[in-house]
């Protein structure tokens, strides 16, 4: 027989108890519904995250923090000994931090080409044109410009004081639209170390989008801007403070050859560094996690649904032994009854995986479509799910494998049934 003729006759005979079909039918389209959904909605956050975090930087840059607890942390091993040099690099929000000295160190490696700080900006308040003040949970970080969307206007250049404000602000500024607001000059409030609230101008040079990651979603400084804040925001005491910083961006000439044996040496001095494909796999890992567990409540159901397809054909064969007799009868051999049987629970598995894969994408685009234009609009960029074609493909294999192996059974009760006493069955 052609492989259509099979088709045919096995989607014919599957069609002979419509209902019971129909049942075990569904109990596969559950199963491959969510798959489909589960596994899209995992490549819409991976695709989604790819995308926010390779924009925090280029692929030679090594994010370095300090691995050394912090002075008066808590560790699972007792007290630690207290450290001065440690403690003047450890006040900020109780985290450990960067000084001078490990700026120094980082730069001193080989294959290091350069260094830059990033410092952590406490600002108080913004001053609209009008001279309403707003308050600032916190300020942007100029190494995250590469990260922001803009609805409007550039990022701040560098070398001026110049500042991103988001498009969740422009009623406030008194701006109609995002284009209004670029060019508005703003003031950005700070207090110093001992409560001296100082305003520094600024002037708006676009508006950004936030992203759920965050970037975008505070008003982000230029470099020269937030360099004048953090240096007012330590000034105010006779004596100057140790210069702590929350992180380094070290700028390395070749990663890829260099990369290990540079974290290596940062381990050594009690540092660590990350790159972005580091922390992209440390966000990634999460994400899969989440979506093999969803995944294994899929399995368990196509699991279900494979006995559905057992019960199916067994009663299925004990319905048509005469009909099984009689072609054994007629010269069709054992491998052709069993044969003819499997197909029909591929196609039992071909129809439910069908159904389940197109549901499962229909809800996903458009579930995905009505929160990115509705709830999370203000998400820049955001996707939460996304069609993978050899995805959904390794799906459907999954599924008509399954089919085929529960199927097994039964197809081998009919090819081994006797024609003679096939026949004579009532």
């Known amino acids: 027989m052609r492989i259509v003729d099979v088709a045919g006759t096995a989607l014919s005979n599957t069609l002979r108890s419509k209902l019971r079909t129909f049942l075990t039918v569904v109990a596969i389209v559950i199963g491959a519904f969510t798959l489909t959904l589960t596994s899209g909605l995992g490549a819409g956050i991976n695709q989604y995250v790819t995308k926010m975090v390779s924009g925090f930087g280029d692929s030679n840059q090594l994010y370095v923090m300090s ?81 922001v969307e803009l609805a409007a206007g550039e990022l701040p250049d560098p070398d001026s004081a110049e500042i991103t404000v988001p498009e969740s602000w422009l009623e406030a500024l008194g701006a109609e639209t995002a284009e209004d607001a670029v060019g508005m000059e703003v003031g950005v409030g700070i207090a110093n170390a001992v409560g001296e609230m100082d305003d520094f101008g600024a002037t708006v040079s676009g508006v950004s989008l936030q992203a759920v990651s965050g970037a975008g979603g505070s008003p982000m400084p230029s470099q020269a801007l937030n360099d004048d804040l953090y240096e007012y925001q330590n000034s105010g005491l006779a004596v100057d403070r140790p210069e702590s910083y929350i992180q380094a961006v070290a700028q390395v000439e070749n990663l890829e050859e260099s990369g290990q044996r ?13 790159t972005l494909e580091d922390q992209l796999g440390a966000i990634q890992g999460v994400i899969n996690a989440v979506t093999w567990v969803l995944n294994g409540f899929a399995l368990i159901a196509l699991l279900a649904a494979s006995f559905g397809i057992v019960n199916t054909l067994l009663m299925s064969v004990q319905e048509r032994t005469r009909e099984i007799g009689l072609m054994k009868a007629l010269g069709m051999s054992g491998g052709r009854v069993f044969g003819l049987f499997s197909s029909e629970a591929v196609m039992i598995g071909l129809m439910g995986s069908v159904i389940g894969i197109g549901l499962g994408v229909a809800t996903g685009v458009v579930g995905n479509q009505l929160l990115v234009s509705g709830p999370l609009q203000d998400v820049a960029g955001l996707t939460l799910y996304a069609v993978d074609p050899v995805g959904l493909l390794l799906i459907a294999l999954l599924i008509l494998a399954i089919a085929f192996i529960a199927g097994t059974l039964p197809a081998l009760r009919a090819a081994r049934k006797d024609p003679i006493e096939a026949l004579r069955y009532e």
């Open 67 to 147: 691995a050394s607890p912090a002075a008066g942390m808590p560790t699972g091993d007792g007290p630690v000994e207290y450290d001065p040099d440690a403690a003047a690099g450890s006040s900020m929000m109780g985290a450990s931090t960067l000084t001078d000295e490990d700026i120094e160190t980082i730069a001193s490696i080989e294959g290091v080409s350069s260094v830059e700080p990033v410092v952590f900006v406490n600002a108080s308040y913004l001053e609209a044109p009008g001279g309403e003040q707003y308050a600032v949970d916190s300020l942007g970080m100029p190494s995250e410009a590469a990260a």
């Open 262 to 274: 540079i974290k290596q040496e940062l381990t050594e001095h009690q540092m660590i560094g990350l």
